[in-house]
């Protein structure tokens, strides 16, 4: 039989077979240097792309930050979502000076399994953590630069919301791989909503909504591209970089980042009611705008 | 259903979605969108067996202070948990554009009295992050609400209310994290994991999420207000809630940046400095951390009345 293909635990990997060779330098962006020791779950630095430089940012599933040893296997803990949102800012101020064709690519490479669950982490505020990063991603991408998420191997839930998707584009690895995107496992969504496993099993067969994978979460619009084989990454994310430059150098922003999927969630056919419960939203409030803007 | 007058005295605790909604904002002036009438529900839950609500479990709408526009989203928490789907998540993030827009339509036709007319969002969390039931939708609504509320930055104030039963957990947390200002009562809880999680993963021993003064001692108001995580912590009623958002429509955006606690990387850096602080001093409760800031007798601190708190406490000072 045949080994089970897989990228899941491959972040360092994934680099070297995405940038030009040997070009992936850690710890540096721009002038600003971060410390590779701190936040060991994730991986920051500077790489070339056809060239041009790009920021990196990546799980480390083979690293264990002992300082929060809930961090393991891909856990983006406080510190890795913090140095993560460095890297970003980091990028950002390289860049404060050039126009927006100029302002570089960041290229986000997926691979975690959760947020850091524990007392510390709530004591201190994890939730501060990933929603830096989300804010941090969400700036530069309004700022120009453009950010391509390329999901490898597992995407789950929170973690993905904040290493993923505030990006420009998602692509992902085809489920031969083994790519797991989803908040749950149909086991644990079956104990919290008391339904049926069998039953679960038979819908998420045909219902993008709530089963796992890359496919259902193409329909839903969260996945830009499905990449066939790893050696493919590196074209796709460079095509995928150019589209989104144009789109920005246009001033397209709204088909790109989340807002963008929920656009293409309704062509896909996968959310059916997003825009029409937004355009009935907007007439209502029309109806009395009145009222509000001139009280 | 209660009236106004009513409503400003009542818990907010107890409170359901609509009561909070109508007594956030002056008398009489709120206006609810995809309300009840609509019958705009989720397409997801029916396939599933589950039932579902008029409102999809939040109310959104707007409503006045003064002369500001007061867009408001409440989240339902006996409905699914006050849980984000495909309906509720997008009623949620146009809400927040909505506001934004309106804010420059005063802008061009009301330049000389802006001021007292610059809009604000209130949204009020019961909710425990994505619904299950058509999670990958909830999930990507979630993206699109921080979004939301980075487009909004630095144009009108984006404020969480946080004082009910079901606090504000998983992806909404990061939510509510992100918004300019954070208005608790000490019966409010913020946080990522909750309980449960939380002692599934480290033992019993570690974290019982059957101690529920442990629980806010962890995510609740008070810590929340000493780490300075929340800007205001009031008493449990609506009018206390009405009452804090009227002096944050009062605040120039330049101040209301400064309340913020992320979403700059000055910021980041400061919280790297509470997570090294915690890295340190390994707090085996949160009190560790109180008496860390000042507080002598931490012990205390939980039993007090919101007042005799705001007395007394010291709260983390911030660099």
Known sequence: ?295 | MKSWNELENSSFFDANARERALGMVDKGTFTEFLGPHDRFTSPHLPVLGTAVEFDDGTVCGVGLIGKHPVFVVSMEGKFIGGAIGEVNGAKMVETIHLARKVAKEIQEKHPDDYAERRPLVAISFETGGVRLHEANAGLLAHAEVMDAIQDARHIIPVVAVVGSKVGCFGGMGFVAAATDVIIMSQEGRIGLTGPEVIEQEMGKDEFDASDKALVYRTTGGKQKYIVGDCNYLVEDKIGDFHNALADVVTIPMDEIEKMRRIGSQKLVKEQQELVQLVADLQPGDSMDLWKHFGNEDPAALPNMTTADFLKVVKRRVRP
Not at chain 1, 39 to 68: H, Y
Not at chain 1, 161 to 187: E, F, N, R, Y
Not at chain 1, 207 to 231: C, M, T
Request: contains cysteine.
């Open chain 1, 1 to 295: 039989m045949d080994e089970e293909k897989t990228m899941i635990g491959r972040g360092r990997d994934a680099i070297d077979m995405i940038v030009d060779k040997d070009s992936f330098v850690e710890g540096k962006i721009g002038e600003f240097e971060l410390d590779p020791e701190y936040g060991p779950g994730s991986v920051v630095g500077t790489a070339k792309l056809e060239g041009q430089e790009v920021t990196v940012i990546a799980n480390d599933a083979q690293a264990f930050n002992e300082r929060f040893p809930v961090v393991f296997g891909g856990v983006i803990g406080m510190e890795e979502a913090y140095k993560m949102a460095n890297a970003v800012y980091d990028t950002i101020a390289a860049d404060k000076d050039k126009p927006l064709s100029e302002k570089r690519a960041i290229v986000l490479i997926v691979d975690t399994p959760g947020n850091g669950p524990g007392k510390l982490e709530e004591i201190a505020g994890m939730n501060k953590a990933t929603g830096s990063y989300q804010l941090a991603l969400a700036e530069a991408r309004k700022t120009g630069h453009p950010i391509i998420a390329m999901v490898i191997g597992r995407a789950i839930s929170g973690a993905f919301l904040c290493h993923g998707l505030q990006a420009d584009q998602i692509l992902a690895l085809s489920k031969d791989w083994g790519v797991m995107i989803h908040v749950m496992p149909l086991t644990s969504i079956s104990r919290i909503t008391k339904m049926d496993i069998e039953r679960l099993e038979e819908l998420s067969k045909t219902n993008p909504v709530f089963a796992a994978g890359s496919d259902f979460f193409y329909k839903l619009g969260g996945v830009q591209e499905i990449v066939p084989e790893p050696e493919n990454m590196r074209e796709y994310i460079i095509k995928h970089i150019a589209e989104v430059k144009k789109l920005k150098a246009e001033g397209k922003f709204e088909l790109l980042g989340p807002w963008g999927r929920g656009i293409l969630g309704e062509e896909r056919g996968g959310r059916t009611h997003r825009i029409p419960a937004i355009k009935k939203l907007d007439e209502e409030f029309a109806a009395v705008s009145d009222k509000y803007i001139n009280a």
